[in-house]
């Protein structure tokens, strides 16, 4: 069974830095892409980076771009996102996802955890 | 590209057939996905590359296309289906949702 279980998450000022990680099991996480999606109290999904299987493709949405990092470590089946100039809009659920299921040369999103909170707040 | 989903809350009854409707900005071929999400909950993955069900979820769902235009249907509500859906694209990055389908009970 696919297991994705999210750390890190907490309350941080304008401006400060989080390190979230994400602990996966049950399946051969050095095989997969995987994501990061976030939820805004109240609001919809936002998908925020991306990571290939060897770490060495990544992509990011406009807004976290140079501020965001996302990577992974296979050898500890991990991955992680360091947030740095941490906004108050960055406030969200972040959801960490597993890519597992492909067809016609994509991976869907089809195994999630159960999110971190992080509170950017004064 | 942008994802318009439509309409952003409907009311309907167990036993109806419903219908969510996703308008992709561009054309994106079959790279879309459907999710639900009901409340304090991870989204599910519901149907991946337009029509093809994810493992586990019950045929009651279907998904299709036309050109730019993806539908979510289920023929057949059941109390456990009352929850939010998503849309989401994977032609090009970034993969962005949809805004949102609230379906709660009439």
């Known amino acids: 069974e696919v297991q994705l279980v999210e750390s890190g998450g907490g309350f941080v000022q304008p401006g400060g830095s989080l390190r979230l990680s994400c602990a996966a099991s049950?399946?051969?996480?050095?095989?997969?892409?995987m994501d990061w999606v976030r939820q805004a109290p109240g609001r919809g999904l936002e998908w925020v980076a991306n990571?290939?299987?060897?770490?060495?493709?990544?992509n990011y949405v406009d807004s976290v771009k140079g501020r965001f990092t996302v990577s992974r470590d296979n050898a500890k089946n991990s991955l992680y996102l360091e947030m740095n100039s941490l906004r108050v809009e960055d406030t969200a659920v972040y959801y960490c996802?597993?890519?597992?299921?492909?067809?016609?040369?994509?991976?869907?999103?089809?195994?999630w955890g159960q999110g971190a909170l992080v509170n950017v707040s004064s | 590209i942008q994802l318009t989903q439509s309409p952003s809350s409907l009311s309907a009854s167990v036993g109806d057939r419903v219908t969510i409707t996703c308008r992709a900005s561009q054309g994106i071929g079959s790279h879309l996905a459907w999710y639900q999400q009901k409340p304090g909950k991870a989204p599910d993955l519901l149907i991946y590359?337009?029509?093809t069900l994810q493992s586990g979820v019950p045929s009651r769902f279907s998904g299709s296309v036309t050109g730019t235009d993806f539908t979510l249907t289920i023929s057949s509500l059941q109390p456990e289906d009352f929850a939010t859906y998503y849309c989401?694209?994977?032609?090009?990055?970034?993969?962005?949702f949809g805004q949102g389908t609230r379906l709660e009970i009439k």
């Open positions: 590359a337009a029509s």
């Open positions: 996802v597993a890519a597992i299921v492909g067809m016609g040369g994509r991976m869907y999103l089809d195994s």
């Open positions: 990571i290939g299987p060897n770490g060495g493709d990544k």
């Open positions: 989401q694209h994977l032609k090009s990055y970034p993969f962005t």
């Open positions: 049950g399946f051969f996480f050095g095989n997969y892409w």
